[in-house]
C-alpha cells in the first residue's frame, strides 16, 4: 500500500532539464515565459479566488533578481522564477508552502515547491564553500559555480524519515515537541545519519524519541519539504509487546497512545491539533485512520 495523496508531490510542469544549459533555448524562453516572484523566505503572491491560484507576471514586468527555469506545461508554455522582493500588486496576497501549498492544484503546487526549494537554496549558497568567492547562478539558475576554482555547487537536499508508530492493539503514536504549544502533536521524526539506511534511520530515530524498539518498518511514499531543504520518506512501523515509553527530554514534551475514537473524540473536542494537509504527517494520519481526520484546510492551516 502507499499515500495515495501528497500536497507537495503533485507536480506535473515538465522541469526540461535538459535544457537548462542551452542559453540559446533559455534565452527564447524567457522571452514569452510567465514569472512566479518568490523572495529569499519562501513566500510567493496568490490571487484568492474560488481557491488560491498564484499570481504571475510577464517577463517584461518581472523585478531583476535570479532566475530559475522552472520548466514547460503541456502546451510548452514556459514559466520561470525570480527570487526577489515581492512587488506589490492589487488584490495580490502573500503566502508560504504552508498556508497554501495544499490548496493550489497539482501545477501550482509543484511550481510553487520547486521555486520556493530553489529561492532558498539560493539564499543559503551564495558563496564557494572551498575558498569563499561569490559564486554565480549558471544552468538555468540550477547550478552555482567558484569563478575562482570552477567548482560547482547543486541544490542540496537533507532525507528525513517520518514515521507512524502502532502498538498490539493498532493504537498510533503521537508526540508534542518541546517546542510545540499544548495540544499540538504529530508522528516521529528525523534526519537520516551518514552511513544508515532508510530502514536503520527509522528504528534509531523512534528508539532515540521515545526509547521503542520497532520493527516491520515499511515504505509508504515521499514528498519534498523545501522549509529550507528536506525530502520527507514517509513509513509505517511496528513497537511489539508491553514496552514503555522514554521520552528524549530535550526533544519530546509528551507522547501517548490513541486508538482511532480516542484520535477522532480529541481532535473534534478541540484537544489535539494535527498536522495540516500540506504535511505528509497527516497522510500518514488518515492512511491509518481510514479516512480524513476532522479540521478546517482553510487558509492559514
Known sequence: ????????????????AERRRDEDWV???????????????????FRLDDRPRLAFVPARRAPIGERVLLGVDEDKNAYFAVIATLPEQEGVEVADLRRIGAL?????????????????????????????ALTK??????????????????????????????????????????AWPEGRASVLAGFLEPGESLEQGVVREVYEE?????????????QPWPLPQSLMLGFVCHAPGEQSLRLEAS?????????????????????????????????????????ELPGSWGLGL
Open 1 to 16: 500500500m502507499s499515500l495515495g495523496w501528497l500536497a507537495l508531490a503533485r507536480g506535473t510542469l515538465d522541469r526540461v
Open 27 to 45: 534565452t527564447a524562453a524567457w522571452a514569452g515565459c510567465r514569472v512566479l516572484v518568490v523572495d529569499e523566505r519562501g513566500r510567493v503572491p
Open 104 to 132: 493550489l492544484d497539482d501545477v501550482e503546487s509543484g511550481m510553487m515547491t520547486h521555486a520556493v526549494a530553489m529561492a532558498l537554496w539560493h539564499a543559503a549558497h551564495r558563496h564557494c564553500p572551498r575558498c569563499g
Open 137 to 178: 547562478t549558471v544552468a538555468a539558475g540550477h547550478v552555482r559555480v567558484c569563478p575562482e576554482d570552477g567548482v560547482e555547487q547543486y541544490p542540496r537536499l537533507d532525507p528525513a524519515v517520518i514515521m507512524l508508530v502502532t502498538d498490539d492493539d493498532d493504537r498510533v503514536l503521537l508526540a508534542r515537541g518541546t
Open 210 to 222: 521515545v526509547g521503542l524498539r520497532v520493527e516491520d518498518v515499511r515504505y509508504l511514499g515521499s
Open 251 to 291: 526533544e519530546i514534551a509528551e507522547a501517548r497512545w490513541y486508538d482511532r475514537q480516542d484520535l477522532l473524540t480529541a481532535t473534534l473536542a478541540g484537544d489535539l491539533v494535527l498536522p495540516g494537509k500540506v504535511s505528509i504527517a497527516r497522510q500518514l494520519l488518515e492512511h491509518w485512520y481510514g479516512g
